[in-house]
């Protein structure tokens, strides 16, 4: 188990001013968590911060045409290897689609998924 | 995909759940090919085969009938492999009757891991009958 | 009475591409969706996954199907899985039909996907059409004896029924030879542990005596095997020792042993030495009693004369026994040469690997092999697997381990031992890397070729010469002269198991051995109800897996059988009274005796007895009236799928 | 703790809910007895589930996994607790043991849950997705993989920002935030330790580079690249998402290597690379695979003719131990090796590496044992009391060991070895009635 994990269970168990099944209203649990822990760790706060901003980006960089990882890198200034994380998420989540492979076979551009 | 536009003949195959089923999937598993219009009928037993489902199946388009019969590793006993002979020598006799081609029904012994085997009929049985009908 | 239209579900899956890349599972689901009797058509992933097993029960019943149909890999993977979901949905399994578009669709035809789209709609319309016939079916329940023969005797055979006793199951141990124990009695030394084989051999037979539930019978031979899974009566011939146990008095026997006059070769040592007719292969072999070997035994009356246990008057013996489950643990054979195979047979310092194990087993200070004092060793690997130009294309698994156990052993035991192994590249897995590790750090050589470049052994004068280009030397050529070449022989398919196998039907896989359903799914258990299989006879295994086999294969066994009672298939033969003139074709032709004569008002007819009737259908076309169909395999049924195939 | 301690009793606590422990759990199960399955991931199914196609049959791995897993599920007699660990077992009597299962929140009521993945697309959280070894992203919320079982959404409560979005989207309220930690005292009779293997860290190699060298992946990574839910769309090296064609395997990292503390060989990597490659040929027809082996170990049965069929479809062997892997332009690999058979040093480039890692003991199994010593071997797996006449069990009576906790093996030796744990587990439970 991860010290942030532990933590979170021992304040989440130590100190419930409700109780197990207690007055929660089902479907607000996550403010009640929230006002118990105190806040959110920093690390995942940071972590939304920096993804929503490159989501951003690549979206706004595809707006104009659609590109390959290389020409994303070069755009957006962020190593290919972190453009592949990133653009292959939006693909998954639908953003993004991918088109079609170069003459060589070798790299994909990718586009927007309107 | 050269083989798109040949064409191959229809076969109908009986074949047995415990013996020649086997082997006809494990052709499959091995990615041994053989004509697409090779279609299976499962039965318990090759001996159980009734003449009149063979004709039946020349009277409604099919080009060849195979037997993949159990042989002697037949589970119900080895009384199977004559039993199976003498339906097909009674068939054959139908056959000639009806003015069917005896030759359009074939049967070989197929067992569980005849795979290579069973392909190789196949692809024998299609260029005989591609050959001898028009297809 | 008009029959209201069924309501039929049917399940197409991708089977995560493996489908999906060669059939066009969508049009496989269209060309069914316009059926009557389909009310719904689905394309799925993984139609086995759990979640897609909960959507089909939803399906079931918040639409009242009758039943469904999923278009998938083959039916001896998941037609049972398939059936259960519709036992869960409150539908009968019987109304459950699957149609196979993987191994006989997507796979066959993975060079053609429009015919292999073409044929997959056939073959789920013709589901379609079998489905219409599709019936719910009560089950027979048969009585299932708590009870497994369990056929060898070695250590697999010993371990599954010591473990089957102690699940309060009744075991006979059939062991073809006189003595149990098997290829493990006759090593002294064991890789890994300090015990000997022939301990160890020892240690499983005193805990085998301590189960009143377990009967040994030595000297014993399936000849006949009637019946099926939860009754199998199996016929057992017994060929008398010739020596009366009970009167036995080990001096007497001892005796008895010296004065025989016969010598034939030792097979036990692997025809190193010499026996005689009457014999022991070791003095502590169980059952202590030594036997006499009546193919070579003169009959000279030495041995009565000495020993009053000895009984010529003894007669074979026929045992007849009910069993619920037969479990198969009947080993393996070790490879002969060919005739000149790297000398064999034709130079006189050419032995095999088994025989070079007695050997280190039987000497002592000094390795001596045909009066001469053995040092240098080479050790040729893979002869009889592996092979390029033969049959037995498989690895054999355990020999690497194996020679270079028993060349660490000769060297601690004798002086001046130089092993040199001429192998195809070391496959000592898992753990057994250190002990070939250990060899190396002990000086032994490793000489590599591959399969094109086998080592070749000449003999000049007395001399004998190995030589290989040695391909951890850049391929150069090396040769040794060795005082002894050992030929590592693997396993190999017993000659006997096309006896026996045929007797039990049990299929047997390209390299020969008994063959598993499934290697993954059903490793222990065969195409034959309640016949399962377990050791080296499924293929090559070293002792803890043969154990674990063993165990594995008794696991299996006892669940068949732990309840007391099994289902059978409803699947059986049905008579068409009307149609029915009794002539007695159908009878004849039944193999089971399920057939009877009865009489039905004004006539005589036959009637099926279901719970004989093993649904093998051969009474159905030599009836000449057609009264006989099969369940699920009537003419209606198949016709109706032709048409739907054309 | 304010939890109130339940107390629950089994006949069997089978330990690790992978392949091995599934097949031990079932075959208890339908010999009558009760068993709790215990599996600290949120899916049972273990490392098995995740992979693409097995060898040397090349049938799709979640077809075996899969029905097993829906059987294990749905059993009667079997309940299942993912998410959770155990500890502290202790012998009490002969036939008795005790434990503590604490079964950590998963923020979901599973029961409640449809997979239907709302509170996925809801979730504005983007992480790296352990179960895809990190190649790709996945939400907070989110459900592990497509075929996990249970077939539920799990909340990664370490990278949720808590802002109520997926329980705003879920049709069926099944998100709940004030799930806490439970802790259960255990009774049992038997245990079954199945708790699987781990990989070998391949930055333990700085040589070959891994983390550094972008191109260069572990075999698991490639195992999720082949499978029916890969993460990208087809086979592309994650430095900079271009499709390979020149791809190269290394062999015996971290296995038969003293120097990196693990002297065994790991039994599977030889038969799972020469897989990927016959797979990746069929990805890539015109890619070259070149596999760099000390010795292949096809020892199994049809394994031999697996690799036979490999080398026929020209998969190129090269007998070469590699030194080092360097990157070079344009995210290229350069491998120093020395071929064996040449003899000497040389080099050769490639587009993409995968580091074939060996199997490592999943360490720490000893610690979940209070009174009693689970003796491990020397190589940190769980200890074989009997090795050759029972290999199930272990320095403890009525402690039993199944599958790679007792060392590396494959998925067949996995089964077989597990049904010898359930035959033995099966017999003590039935000699103490």
């Not at chain 3, 002792?543 to 696991?555: F, G, K």
Request: hydrophobic share 35%; charged share 25%; with cysteine.
């Amino acid at each position: 188990m991860t010290d942030i994990k532990k933590d979170i269970q021992n304040k989440a168990n130590s100190n419930s001013p409700l109780g197990v099944g207690g007055s929660v209203e089902i479907g607000k649990t996550a403010k009640y968590l929230r006002e118990k822990l105190g806040g959110i760790p920093q690390q995942a706060k940071d972590n939304l911060k920096e993804y929503n901003g490159i989501k951003k980006q690549m979206l706004e960089a595809l707006k104009e045409q659609d590109l390959t990882v290389k020409q994303m890198a070069e755009k957006i200034n962020m190593p290919t290897d972190q453009v592949v994380y990133y653009l292959m998420s939006l693909v998954k989540y639908g953003f993004v689609k991918t088109g079609e492979v170069d003459d060589m076979d070798e790299y994909y551009t990718y586009k927007l998924n309107k | 995909m050269g083989e798109l536009n040949k064409k191959s003949a229809k076969i109908l195959v009986f074949s047995t759940e415990k013996i020649s089923d086997p082997a006809i999937d494990m052709a499959g598993l091995l990615k041994l090919h053989y004509p697409p219009t090779v279609y299976t009928i499962s039965v318990p037993c090759s001996s159980g085969i009734k003449p009149s489902w063979i004709l039946y199946a020349y009277e409604k388009g099919f080009d060849g009938v195979f037997i993949a019969a159990d042989g002697s590793d037949c589970v119900f006993g080895e009384s199977c492999t004559e039993k199976t002979g003498h339906l097909v020598g009674k068939t054959h006799n139908l056959m000639k009757e009806n003015g069917i081609e005896p030759a359009r029904l074939r049967m070989a012994a197929i067992c569980s891991v005849c795979s290579e085997s069973f392909v190789k009929q196949m692809r024998t049985f299609n260029e005989y009958l591609l050959k001898t009908r028009d297809v | 009475m008009e029959k209201k239209p069924k309501k039929i579900g049917v399940y197409i899956c991708h089977c995560g591409g493996n489908i999906s890349d060669y059939v066009d599972v969508e049009k496989v689901r269209q060309s069914v969706e316009g059926e009557d009797i389909v009310f719904i058509a689905k394309t799925t992933m993984f139609a086995c996954s759990d979640a897609n097993q909960r959507d089909m029960v939803e399906d079931i019943k918040a639409n009242g199907l009758d039943g469904v149909i999923v278009a998938s890999c083959s039916p001896k993977l998941h037609q049972l899985t398939f059936r259960n979901v519709s036992i869960r949905a409150d539908l009968n399994k019987y109304t459950y039909v699957h149609a196979n578009i993987r191994e006989q669709a997507s796979w066959a035809h993975s060079d053609n996907k429009i015919g292999a789209t073409e044929k997959a709609i056939h073959l789920v319309q013709a589901a379609v059409a079998k489905a219409r016939y599709a019936e719910a079916l009560e089950t027979n329940k048969i009585k299932a004896k708590k009870a497994v023969a369990v056929i060898g005797a070695g250590v697999a055979g010993m371990k599954a029924a010591i473990s089957l006793a102690e699940k309060d199951t009744e075991v006979i141990l059939i062991e073809k030879e006189p003595f149990v124990g098997g290829r493990v009695a006759q090593w002294d030394s064991l890789s890994t542990t300090t015990e000997s084989g022939k301990d160890m051999v020892k240690r499983l037979y005193n805990e085998l005596t301590k189960h009143d539930n377990i009967t040994i019978l030595t000297n014993c031979e399936v000849i006949e095997n009637k019946g099926s899974v939860g009754n199998i009566t199996l016929k057992v011939s017994k060929t008398p020792r010739f020596i009366k146990a009970s009167a036995c008095h080990p001096d007497d026997l001892k005796r008895a042993i010296e004065v025989c006059p016969v010598v034939v070769p030792d097979d036990f040592n692997f025809r190193l030495s010499n026996r005689k007719a009457i014999y022991k292969n070791y003095p502590s072999e169980y059952p202590q009693i030594p036997v006499i070997d009546i193919k070579n035994c003169t009959r000279c009356g030495e041995c009565e004369k000495v020993c009053k246990a000895i009984d010529f008057s003894e007669k074979e013996e026929i045992v007849e026994m009910t069993v619920g489950s037969v479990l198969m643990a009947t080993g393996f054979d070790s490879y002969t040469p060919e005739y000149g195979e790297f000398g064999y047979a034709t130079s006189e310092n050419v032995i095999t690997l088994p025989q070079f194990k007695r050997l280190i087993d039987t000497q002592f200070d000094k390795l001596v092999y045909n009066g001469k004092e053995i040092k240098n060793i080479a050790y040729i690997y893979c002869v009889g697997s592996r092979q390029t130009d033969g049959e037995n294309t498989y690895c054999s698994r355990n020999c690497c381990t194996s020679t270079i156990h028993a060349a660490v052993t000769a060297k601690n035991k004798f002086a001046d031992i130089n092993n040199y192994h001429f192998n195809r590249g070391l496959r000592t897995y898992g753990k057994q890397e250190i002990l070939y590790a250990d060899s190396l750090r002990g000086g032994d050589i490793y000489l590599q070729s591959y399969e094109d470049g086998l080592p070749t052994v000449t003999t000049e004068g007395k001399k004998t010469i190995v030589k290989i280009n040695d391909i951890l030397t850049n391929g150069r050529e090396i040769e040794v002269e060795a005082d002894l070449v050992v030929l590592v022989t693997g396993m190999v398919p017993r000659s006997d198991n096309s006896m026996i196998g045929s007797l039990f039907k049990i299929p047997k896989g390209r390299d020969k051995f008994f063959n598993e359903v499934h290697m993954k799914l059903r490793p222990v258990e065969t195409v034959i109800d309640g016949i399962t299989i377990a050791g080296a006879c499924q293929g090559p295994k070293n002792i803890t897996e043969s154990v674990n086999s063993a165990l594995s294969a008794a696991t299996k066994s006892y669940s068949i059988l732990s309840k007391g009672e099994l289902e059978t298939d409803p699947l059986v033969a049905i008579i068409d009274a009307e149609k029915c003139t009794w002539c007695g074709s159908c009878e004849a032709a039944c193999p089971f005796d399920a057939i009877l004569k009865v009489e039905n008002g004004k006539k005589v007819i036959a009637e099926i007895n279901n719970s004989v009737c093993k649904g093998c259908g051969m009474c159905a076309p030599v009836c000449e009236p057609d009264a006989v169909n099969l369940i699920a395999c009537s003419s209606a049924e198949i016709m109706s799928m032709i048409d739907a195939l054309v | 703790m304010e939890n109130p301690i339940k107390n629950i009793s089994y006949d069997a606590l089978v330990i690790g809910a992978g392949i091995a422990g599934g097949e031990v759990a079932l075959n208890l199960a339908n010999t009558g007895f009760k068993v709790l399955l215990v599996d600290k991931e949120l899916s049972v199914g273990g490392k098995m589930i995740m992979l693409s196609k097995v060898f040397p049959t090349l049938d799709c791995a979640a077809c075996i996994t899969t029905p097993k897993v829906s059987e294990i599920s749905r059993h009667p007699n079997i309940t299942i607790f993912t998410g959770s660990e155990v500890s502290n077992i202790k012998k009490i009597s002969d036939n008795e043991f005790t434990a503590k299962v604490t079964k950590h929140p998963r923020y979901v009521r599973v029961e409640d849950c449809t997979a239907c993945q709302l509170c996925e697309h809801a979730c504005p959280v983007n992480v790296r997705d352990q179960y895809q070894f990190g190649l790709i992203g996945r939400k907070a919320a989110f459900i592990p993989f497509s075929i996990c079982s249970p077939k539920a959404a799990a909340i990664d409560i370490d990278n949720c920002t808590l802002c109520g979005a997926c329980e705003k989207a879920c049709p069926t309220n099944c998100i709940d935030f004030t799930q806490e930690t439970e802790i259960m005292d255990l009774h049992i009779k038997t245990v079954v330790v199945a708790t699987g293997f781990d990989m070998f860290d391949a930055k333990k190699m700085p040589r070959y580079g891994y983390g550094q060298h972008k191109n260069v992946i572990t075999a698991l990574q490639m195992e999720r690249e082949l499978a029916p839910t890969r993460p990208f769309n087809t086979i592309l090296r994650p430095g900079d998402g271009k499709v390979p064609d020149k791809i190269a395997y290394v062999l015996c990292v971290g296995s038969r290597d003293a120097s990196v503390g693990n002297p065994i060989c790991s039994q599977i990597c030889c038969m799972y690379s020469i897989k990927q490659a016959q797979l990746l040929m069929g990805a890539l027809p015109m890619a070259d695979v070149t596999i760099y082996y000390i010795n292949i170990r096809s020892f199994g049965k049809g394994f031999e003719e697996f690799y036979q069929q490999a080398k026929g479809m020209g998969v190129n062997f090269v007998k070469g131990k590699i030194g080092r892997i360097s990157e070079i332009e344009g995210g290229n690999l350069m491998l120093r090796y020395e071929d064996i058979n040449e003899g000497k040093l040389q080099e050769a480039e490639h587009d993409m590496v995968i580091l074939s890692t060996g199997v490592l003991p999943n360490t720490g199994i000893d610690k979940f044992f209070e009174n009693q010593t689970l003796t491990l071997d020397p190589f940190n797996f769980v200890g074989q009391s009997d090795a050759l006449a029972s290999p199930a069990k272990t320095s403890i009576e009525g402690v039993f060991v199944a599958g790679t906790a007792t060392g590396p093996m494959d998925i067949p030796d996995s089964i077989l070895s597990a049904g010898a744990a359930s035959s033995e587990a099966i017999s003590y439970l039935i000699q103490r009635s």
